[in-house]
């Protein structure tokens, strides 16, 4: 059984910054492509962010140049670094793979951007 855990997640001022990280049991990350997702309330979930096996990433235009992922696979984590976050940020972020989330869900971990 897959498992994947989320972490990191806190509360933030507007123009911080935050790491976010997802471990897995059961599979490797490296061989999978991963994303990161978030959902806020009232809204869909939506992708935030991609690693491939190769290491190539690719991110939502609302992200792009605040957020970095990566991976390290011999932690068998995945990471979500997040820069000059914004109230709009707050969700709670969970990790699955991609462009299929075929894992079942984690528990996610919630950002909350606010002053």
């Known amino acids: 059984q897959v498992q994947l855990v989320e972490s990191g997640g806190g509360l933030v001022q507007p123009g911080g910054s935050l790491r976010l990280s997802c471990t897995a049991s059961?599979?490797?990350?490296?061989?999978?492509?991963m994303g990161w997702y978030r959902q806020a309330s009232g809204e869909q979930r939506e992708l935030v962010a991609s690693v491939t096996t190769r290491h190539t990433t690719d991110y939502a235009d609302s992200v792009k140049g605040r957020f970095t992922i990566s991976g390290d696979n011999a932690k068998n984590t995945v990471y979500l670094e997040m820069n000059v976050l914004k109230p709009e940020d707050t969700a709670v972020y969970y990790c699955?793979?991609?462009?299929?989330?075929?894992?079942?869900w984690g528990q996610g971990t919630q950002v909350t951007v606010s002053s």
């Open positions: 059961g599979i490797s990350f490296s061989s999978y492509d």
């Open positions: 699955n793979a991609h462009p299929y989330p075929f894992f079942s």
